[in-house]
């Protein structure tokens, strides 16, 4: 679909105007999926596509860096983290570009997520680092809160999992601060999980249940993922 769209510059010329009206309503929805996260694949590929073509066509360049952000987000969960990294690197490059600081912080975050996907833990850290530096500097907690899982996730998938723990320990102090409550559940997932690989299984328990407790509340359907670690066979 996106390849017709592209070969067709005069169909995108005519209905141009109506489309940079739609911006702000994708937009949202592009917010939507990086919250929620558990939206139709499908849907999610055709937004941010739609959500690229558009910026790309009016002109809007914060946008189309944006774009990228959701573009690598929609590749890395489809399992095309390679494809993902190209978006996230995008996505900073032209950041970098506008001089857009929360921007690049987001897109550093982005990228040192997808790097753990594909086993380069080095990167992974090194750019996380950054990422937490520049959320620092711009007193965003939320984005430090994102910075120090990305980095708990890299350190846990080397085997420093106490490392990991202090990092995720540290973005669970973010998001409570500020009641972000999914990231919350999902970051007690990550501990549980490091908890898990380091033989402590009570305490894996003790964080997957916090967890689960708080995704019920929230009527998420990740609920179920959790409930899947809980009845593992772990615990036999």
Same mark, same amino acid.
């Given at each position: 679909?996106?390849?017709?769209?592209?070969?067709?510059?005069?169909?995108?010329?005519?209905?141009?105007?109506?489309?940079?009206?739609?911006?702000?309503?994708?937009?949202?929805?592009?917010?939507?999926?990086?919250?929620?996260?558990?939206?139709?694949?499908?849907?999610?590929?055709?937004?941010?596509?739609?959500?690229?073509?558009?910026?790309?066509?009016?002109?809007?360049?914060? %946008?189309? /860096? =944006?774009?990228?952000?959701?573009? #690598?987000?929609?590749?890395? *969960?489809? +399992?095309? $983290? &390679?494809? !993902? @990294?190209?978006?996230?690197q995008?996505?900073?490059?032209?950041?970098?570009?506008?001089?857009?600081?929360? %921007?690049? /912080? =987001?897109?550093?975050?982005?990228? #040192?997520?997808?790097?753990? *996907?594909? +086993?380069? $833990? &080095?990167? !992974? @850290?090194?750019?996380?680092?950054?990422?937490?530096?520049?959320?620092?500097?711009?007193?965003?907690?939320? %984005?430090? /809160?994102?910075?120090?899982?990305?980095?708990?996730?890299?350190y846990?998938?080397? +085997?420093?999992?106490?490392? !990991?723990?202090?990092?995720?320990?540290?973005?669970?102090?973010?998001?409570?601060?500020?009641?972000?409550?999914?990231?919350? /559940?999902?970051?007690?997932?990550?501990?549980?999980?490091?908890?898990?690989?380091? +033989?402590?299984?009570e305490? !894996?328990?003790?964080?997957?249940?916090?967890?689960?407790?708080?995704?019920?509340?929230?009527?998420?359907?990740?609920?179920?993922?959790?409930?899947?670690?809980?009845?593992?066979?772990?615990w036999?």
């Amino acid at each position: 679909m996106v390849g017709v769209w592209a070969g067709q510059p005069l169909r995108l010329g005519r209905i141009a105007h109506g489309a940079c009206r739609f911006v702000a309503v994708v937009e949202e929805a592009i917010l939507i999926v990086e919250d929620l996260m558990y939206l139709d694949a499908a849907v999610d590929q055709v937004s941010a596509r739609l959500f690229n073509v558009v910026n790309e066509q009016s002109g809007d360049s914060v %946008g189309a /860096a =944006r774009s990228h952000d959701a573009l #690598s987000m929609v590749s890395d *969960q489809e +399992g095309n $983290h &390679e494809e !993902a @990294l190209v978006h996230a690197q995008e996505s900073l490059r032209r950041h970098r570009q506008l001089g857009h600081r929360a %921007g690049q /912080a =987001r897109a550093l975050n982005n990228t #040192s997520w997808i790097h753990v *996907q594909l +086993g380069d $833990h &080095e990167s !992974a @850290l090194a750019v996380a680092a950054q990422g937490l530096a520049l959320y620092r500097e711009l007193n965003d907690d939320n %984005g430090q /809160a994102d910075c120090w899982d990305s980095l708990g996730y890299a350190y846990s998938h080397i +085997g420093e999992f106490t490392r !990991a723990k202090t990092c995720y320990e540290r973005a669970l102090a973010h998001y409570r601060r500020h009641g972000d409550r999914f990231y919350e /559940a999902d970051t007690l997932a990550h501990l549980g999980d490091s908890h898990h690989a380091a +033989g402590e299984l009570e305490a !894996a328990q003790a964080a997957w249940q916090e967890a689960l407790s708080i995704l019920d509340s929230l009527q998420h359907p990740f609920a179920e993922r959790i409930r899947m670690k809980l009845a593992g066979p772990a615990w036999l």
